[in-house]
């Protein structure tokens, strides 16, 4: 069991360096975290269909298939939709942090990183991907959304939001600094193949926000111009 009482949760490992790829299997074992591996994005994608990780560390520059093209592809199935990713690249610009989000991932580290924070950004990641899954209570903040009630309170105050601000929230809440598109949210929120003018989530953003300062606290969605919405 991890620090965190996390027992054995599976992260696989895909870089394409094998120093990188040993040194990053060594610390999270100790860490006590069971790995595996694979050198590119489409071993990743077989390793992925044949013993299914709890998290994916991905990094961007990889042969074969990208991080980011893998990212796509594990987003765009049923199964892998909702697998925590966090991509790791030596890009630090803005635009590059943005697109690597853009394209699904849940968190992105710079190289060369703390093992400590990326341990913790991985223990956080787990933490949210299951208590998504078993419709455990989200919070962020002094926000708390119960998925199976849909019942929502800030600062102890239920708030009165419609089914569609709960599922956006729901989102949001899920994974905090995630920047989400606006054509994410369409996919998420209403569904693959439904046709929702991407400003139908600016309507209903601005609603979401409403509510949630209703009571006098701050906005905590952020705009993020040119890429899409983010909680915190």
Known sequence: MTGSGLVRAHVLIVEDEPAQRALLAYNLSAEGFRTSEAAD??????????????????????PRLSGIETCRRLRARAATRDLPVILLSARGEDEDKVRGLEAGADDYMVKPWSM???????????????????????????????????????AGVQLRLGPTEVRLLATLMER??????????????????????????????????????AGGGDNPVRTVRGAGYALG
């Open 41 to 62: 994005g489409e071993a990743a994608l077989e390793a992925i269909a044949g013993d299914p990780p709890d998290l994916v560390l991905l990094d961007w520059m990889l």
């Open 116 to 154: 400590g924070e990326l341990v913790a950004r991985i223990r956080a990641q787990l933490r949210r991907s299951r208590a998504a899954a078993t419709g455990a209570a989200l919070g962020h903040g002094d926000i708390l959304l119960d998925p199976e009630t849909h019942r929502v309170t800030r």
């Open 176 to 213: 905090p600094g995630r920047v989400w598109s606006r054509e994410a949210l369409l996919d998420r929120v209403w569904g693959r193949g439904i046709h929702v003018d991407s400003r139908t989530v600016d309507v209903h953003m601005g609603r979401l926000r409403k509510a949630l300062m």
